[in-house]
Structures are given as C-alpha cells and as structure tokens.
C-alpha cells in the first residue's frame, strides 16, 4: 500500500511522538509526519499550512487546548486550507463512552486507536483510508 502524504500528530508526550514518528517512519505510513505538542500549535499549525493532512492523531489531554477544544475548533482553518474532512484518530488511553459520544458530537469523521499504536492497528486505518 501507498503511503499517505501527510499525517499530522498532536500529543504532549515527547515519548509518544518520538515512538510513533518511528513506527510509523518504519512503516512507511506517511510521506510526511508533522508534530504538534498541543491542540493550538495543532491549531495554529493547520492555519499555516500549505499541505491539507490526509490524517490526524490526537490526543484528547493536553495543556493549553485540548482534544476537546481542539475538535470544536478545527473546522474553521480546514475550511481556509480548502481541505476536505481528514479522518481524525483519537488516541487515547480512556474507554469512557462518554468522551467518545462528545468528541463524535464534535467532529463526525473520527475513529479511537488506545495508545501507544500497534502494528495491527496501522493496518487497519491504511484499509480504513484506501
């Protein structure tokens, strides 16, 4: 399988970042991987970009803006960059049923990976986006 052409990260966790950005580098999953350390460099991020991601990972607790707020706010600058709705993945360590109601309230085209990202997880979100 191809790999996509932009796959934009959001997590606070250095180690999660650097561990998927290598995982996912190994796995040749994306072209290009972009890392944001919060939901308003994620923000401020699609605001600048000249690239629409193919994909988003996002975690839902962060400083600053979270998950939350970060799906509640990112229409307007996908709008701006002309994109059309990436599929946003949650990662995640919660199974509350209740953050996954809100954050489907938020933003329709998402799906909930728990964290860290495993192999068979990968290959399920490339059939996911073919």
Same mark, same amino acid.
């Given at each position: 399988?191809?790999?996509?052409?932009?796959?934009?990260?959001? &997590? &606070?966790?250095?180690?999660?970042?650097?561990?998927?950005?290598?995982?996912?580098?190994?796995?040749?999953?994306?072209?290009?991987?972009? $890392? =944001?350390?919060?939901?308003?460099?994620?923000?401020?991020?699609?605001?600048?970009?000249?690239? =629409?991601?193919?994909? $988003?990972?996002?975690?839902?607790?962060?400083?600053?803006?979270?998950?939350?707020?970060?799906? %509640?706010?990112?229409?307007?600058?996908?709008?701006?960059?002309? =994109?059309?709705?990436?599929? !946003?993945? $949650?990662?995640?360590?919660?199974?509350? %049923?209740?953050?996954?109601?809100? =954050?489907? %309230?938020?933003?329709?085209?998402?799906?909930?990976?728990?964290?860290?990202?495993? !192999? %068979?997880?990968?290959?399920?979100?490339?059939?996911?986006? &073919?």
């Amino acid at each position: 399988m191809n790999p996509i052409e932009h796959l934009l990260l959001i &997590d &606070d966790s250095e180690a999660t970042n650097n561990f998927h950005n290598r995982l996912l580098g190994r796995l040749k999953f994306a072209k290009t991987i972009s $890392i =944001c350390t919060n939901g308003q460099e994620g923000l401020d991020f699609l605001s600048k970009a000249k690239q =629409c991601p193919d994909l $988003i990972f996002l975690d839902l607790n962060m400083p600053v803006i979270d998950g939350f707020e970060f799906l %509640s706010l990112v229409h307007a600058p996908l709008e701006k960059l002309g =994109c059309p709705k990436p599929l !946003i993945v $949650i990662l995640t360590s919660s199974e509350e %049923s209740v953050d996954k109601a809100r =954050c489907k %309230s938020l933003y329709s085209h998402i799906e909930f990976y728990s964290k860290p990202l495993t !192999i %068979s997880q990968i290959t399920e979100l490339r059939k996911l986006l &073919d």
